[in-house]
């Protein structure tokens, strides 16, 4: 939630000609199909380099690199990308494909660290859980970007202080670092909740049902008798 959307404002920056690069909707919507194909990216890249990596070391680096790379709006609505020569289209596409990869990456841990929490027996609920949490969270940065861009003025027309918004997002995404003791140290293979007393392995399972097998055996054959 704190990293609060400026979606609404920045769609409306895209497809103005005079105060935007003036994309078409199309184009927009090119946009973000390849920003869907990073995401997949992402999960590829966390799959094949990042998974044995700590917790808490992971979404450290993760969330730092989530925060810089905002930065990437930042150049775009300054439109500092045509100082350097590089055209819109190239640059939106390299920022959009770049953004959903990390991410993607800084959300697989955060399921990966979910599963380990979650108590045996309330996997159901407690993934109903994560994505009510979730849900949430998306709609609390839909409401505050509202927010955010009626007291900075910037509407379909005016997207003066749209640096400003995204500058204030950004801060917010490295600001949550200071959270980030809260996440344990430890990597994403222990056990971070110990079973329950009652619960039992699956060794002793097994020997159970071989015993009642027996058991089972044993009874047919007196009723046989």
Partial sequence: ALSFSTQEGYFYWYTNPQAGPGFSQEFVGMIYAIGAVGAIVGVLIYQRFLKDFPFRSILLYIQLLYGISGMLD??????????????????????????????????????????????????????ALLLCIDTLGWFSAKMIGGVVLHLLHISRTDFTNLWLAVLIRNCLRIGTLALIFLVPNATQYDVLVPPHPSTKSDHEMISEGEELALQLVSLNEKVQI
């Fill in 74 to 127: 930042l150049v775009f609505v300054l439109r500092w990308n045509l100082t350097v020569g590089i055209p819109d289209s190239f640059f939106v596409i390299m920022e959009e494909s770049v953004v959903h990869i990390i991410s993607k990456v800084r959300w697989m841990p955060m399921i990966v660290l979910s599963t380990r929490l979650c108590p045996l027996g309330i996997e159901g609920t407690f993934f």
